[in-house]
Every structure is written in structure tokens, then in C-alpha cells.
Nanobody, 125 residues
């Protein structure tokens, strides 16, 4: 699988960005696609995921602000990010896992076998 993340940029606190992950070699509707992020000096951490059955999962701190969705026709997964704050500043990566990952695996980076190159999000205060 190949993943191409895009949509990052610089935004002021309270603003919005929409990230997109374009997949090839695997269909997003049949697999689990997730977003992780890595802030400077920190480990890569889970943000959100959408499974093959359409169920979604979010990091507690982004729930209600971020929304993950997919476009099966375009084979893409998007992450709409609203009410951004400086703590959201990071490089965001999309990742693909085979099939429907179980709940306990969603936030584990090792459960995903395909990764995009990352897109940088910077939120200024």
C-alpha cells in the first residue's frame, strides 16, 4: 500500500484544517485507516481511525473537534480538524492496517503496515 498525506499548513489557534490521505494498492473501505501525529520531542501517537465497517475512534483530546471520514470512490480518508490549538502542532501521518483492526489495536502504531510521508500542521497562538 502507498499512502500520500496532504493538507497540512500554518493556522492560527481556533482555526481549521482538513488533511487528506490518498491510498493506492489497497481500498480504504476494506481496511482500517488511521491518523497519528508526532510533535517535536515526542513519540508518535494515535489521533483517529476509521475501520472497514465505518466505525471511528478518536483520541480523547480531539473528540468533538476532529472528524474522520472516507471517500470510497476517491479511495481517500480525510481528517477535518476544527478548533485547533497549539497542542495540535505536529507532523500528521496516515497509516493503513489490514482489514478491520480490533479496538485494542487501533492506537498501536505496530498494528499498521503502511505509512504515508507525513504532513506538518503548525498552530500558532
Amino acid at each position: 500500500v502507498q499512502l500520500q498525506a496532504s493538507g497540512g499548513g500554518l493556522v492560527q489557534a481556533g482555526g481549521s484544517l482538513r488533511l487528506s490521505c490518498a491510498a493506492s494498492g489497497r481500498t480504504v473501505r476494506s481496511n482500517t485507516i488511521a491518523w497519528f501525529r508526532q510533535a517535536p520531542g515526542k513519540e508518535r501517537g494515535f489521533v483517529s481511525a476509521i475501520r472497514s465497517d465505518g466505525s471511528t475512534s478518536y483520541l480523547a483530546s480531539v473528540k468533538g473537534r476532529f472528524s474522520i471520514s472516507r471517500d470510497n470512490a476517491k479511495n481517500t480518508v480525510s481528517l477535518q480538524m476544527n478548533s485547533l490549538n497549539p497542542e495540535d502542532t505536529a507532523v500528521y501521518y496516515c497509516a493503513a492496517g489490514i482489514g478491520r483492526l480490533i479496538t485494542s489495536e487501533l492506537s498501536r502504531a505496530g498494528a499498521y503496515d503502511g505509512w504515508g510521508q507525513g504532513t506538518r500542521v503548525t498552530v500558532s497562538s
